[in-house]
């Protein structure tokens, strides 16, 4: 089968695509005909070394993708052959063909296609659990999201919108800012510059930060009992935090990770049927995604690695 691969860690010229090694599944696996890949900013950082990688000879990337099962294993229960599903945290993904633990597949229903699915399967999941887990909102609250047109952003954006909440972000360029006004948020804010933060500090009751670096800027948005979600580093590591400094304005710090939230078969099911009840009802609706060959890997690395992206890229076998 073809695959994206890398031998070595380091910036996008490290990518190769060739034929490697076809997977065999286990007793409890399926294979999947990949049909969408997702890829993801975890992608380059663990191309970069930065970020752990399933061990492979040579190194396959991805973690997400969608397609149809071409195989399953003598002790499947849950999936059958021809059928689409969705993975999100799946060791390599970057491949024509994915050995998949059946556990991990979640069944898509009629109404979702591969494409909608890898294209909103691990940042939709991602802003679900940001948004209901980690956010808990109360209804009217203001909350604000740092690159709020990214993959997550977007999405989270329009989850938070349709639970009820006032929603406010940042984002780098007009055409970006455009896209989440037209999705109901109230006010958006130039993400690379810094004048407009003072007119809005303490104000919000929760800042969803993905972009790190600017962690002391959402402390500064909060008002006192307010939280910032912490769930990424897009912009760059953030600033050590001290905890008697939150603690004298009752701020806190929450964080957290997907996979830690996708833990059973159980759970990715209900957590996927939560999100894509968002899609049935039309309240969420994304950009159409950018969509390279599998054979260009490194032009999707940078087309993400330099934020010229808006929503998703997919990557096509
Ligand atoms: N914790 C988890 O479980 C989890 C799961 C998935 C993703 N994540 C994290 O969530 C964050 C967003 O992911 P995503 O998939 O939505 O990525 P994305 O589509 O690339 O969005 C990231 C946004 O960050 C902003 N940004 C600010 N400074 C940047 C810089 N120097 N370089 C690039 N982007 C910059 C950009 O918005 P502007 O240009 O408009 O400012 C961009 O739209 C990432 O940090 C990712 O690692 C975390």
Redesign the pocket.
Known sequence: MNALYFEKFGDREVLQYGKIQRPKIKQDEILVKTEYIGL???DI?RRRGEYYIEKHIPYINGYEAAGVVEAVGAKVKNQQIGETVLFVDVPFANAEYVAVPSDRAIRLPATIDSKLAASVG??GL?AD??AHDLGQNIRDEKVFI?????????LLSQILIADGLAVYG????AE?KSLALAHGVREVFP??ETDWVESVEGQFATVYD?????LPQSLDLLKHRGKVVF??????DPIKVDPVTLMSESKSLL?????D?LTSYQERKLRSERLFNYFEQGKIKISEPTVFSLADGKAAHEF????K?????LLKP
């Open positions: 993801n900013f975890a950082y691990l940042q991602t659990f940001l740092t690159g709020i047109s990214g993959g997550v952003g977007q940042s984002a780098s360029s970006k993400s690379r993905g972009v790190g670096s600017t769930f990424g580093m897009a912009g760059g964080t957290g990770d997907l996979w939230y993400l690695e330099i934020g992206s808006i929503g998703k890229v």
